[in-house]
């Protein structure tokens, strides 16, 4: 079976068309699967990606970085490789890279979720002979529960803060987790805020025509005296931070699948952690690995080992695959940012 994809040292490269998918280097060509830090790097000559994740990478991207889209499903052919993005239903345009090639079919997976999501389109199974996965959360320990529950007990926990006087705080990776988390909780509590760097990607959801509830960026409300009852989504890097004093009493949180791990919640130091996560859980791993009905799949960032041996117990020809993509983290120099030290002091609300 020819190789559709190899691993170089700028990145996965599709030698047959001539282009990268998610470089960690700059090149010519970049085919990007969505637009977080380890996936989306500036310095590339010319990038594709999703007609709907356009806003978000040209956010993402330096100033006038030249972007082309696809939209789901619409295929491209590049030196006689047939090239398409079907949606990952991990953030607002993510993609799986579906390429065929003399017979050969590959789907490069990025990252992806299989629960249902109102900020982005849902996964698509594909069939194809080599699946490229990530398996972030590659472990059978991690199994996500309804997003219904979760949100209830977050509601309630802002309810209960509330009631008590306490400001809320919440954190969550400012492209993604945090429009999810706006998305599912009930502003009837309370008004909701959002530090600069999520207010800024709230901003690209809207124009990119999700809808989400009103939120009122923070730093325009720095004169407020009173934040009791109050919800603030801000990024992880500004945990622990002098920012924090100036909301009063507050309860914190974390919203990650890592706050499954009960050492994960402790170093976060934080009140509370709700399971969210914007990646497929151990059954959804697998359950999207048989869907593609792959012969052989390659198995990169996260839990590979474990992955590998078990896919090879059952009958798959499965490789670990080195690349530079993290998974769910903090994508800290963007996060750091907040609107007010890049002179932006719009207010939406």
């Not at 040209?58 to 090239?83: C, F, H, W």
């Not at 025509?209 to 009103?214: E, V």
């Not at 100036?246 to 402790?266: L, N």
């Not at 041996?309 to 499965?318: P, V």
Request: aromatic letters at 10%.
């Amino acid at each position: 079976m020819a190789n559709l994809i190899s691993v170089t040292d700028r990145g996965l490269y599709c030698e047959q068309g001539d282009f990268f998918i998610d470089p960690w280097q700059p090149v010519v060509r970049a085919v990007i699967t969505h637009a977080h830090g380890d996936h989306a790097r500036p310095g590339s000559e010319r990038y594709l990606t999703t007609s709907q994740g356009r806003q978000v990478l040209q956010t993402r991207m330096q100033p006038g970085a030249p972007i082309d889209t696809l939209a789901y499903g619409e295929e491209l052919s590049v030196n006689g490789v047939k090239l398409s993005l079907h949606p990952a239903g991990h953030i607002l345009g993510s993609a799986q890279v579906r390429l065929e090639f003399q017979g050969q079919v590959w789907v490069v997976s990025g990252d992806y979720k299989v629960a249902p999501d109102s900020t982005c389109e849902p996964f698509t199974p594909l069939r194809c002979h080599t699946f490229i996965t990530e398996c972030t959360f590659g472990l059978p320990i991690y199994r996500w529960r309804a997003d219904s529950v979760v949100t209830d007990e977050l509601n309630q926990w802002w309810r209960t803060n509330r009631d008590e006087g306490r400001a809320s705080m919440i954190f969550a990776y400012s492209l993604g987790k945090a429009q999810r988390v706006v998305s599912c909780v009930d502003p009837a509590i309370g008004p909701l805020f959002c530090h600069g760097a999520v207010q800024r990607v709230n901003r690209d959801y809207i124009a990119s025509g999700i809808p989400l509830p009103p939120t009122t960026y923070a730093g325009a409300a720095y004169g407020r005296k009173d934040w009791k009852g109050a919800l603030i989504l801000a990024p992880p890097s500004a945990n622990g931070t002098p920012w924090m004093r100036r909301f009063g009493e507050i309860s914190t949180a974390f919203a990650s699948g890592w706050m499954q791990v009960r050492g994960a919640r402790r170093r976060r130091a934080v009140d509370r952690g709700f399971v969210i996560s914007d990646h497929a859980d151990w059954p959804g791993l697998l359950g999207a690995i048989q869907a593609t009905g792959a012969e052989r799949v390659l198995a990169t960032h996260g839990r590979t080992g474990p992955m590998v041996q078990w896919l090879r117990e059952a009958g798959y020809d499965a490789l670990s695959l080195h690349t530079e993509f993290v998974g769910e983290r903090d994508d800290v120099d963007i996060d750091a940012v907040d609107i007010d030290s890049a002179g932006d002091e719009e207010t939406q609300t």
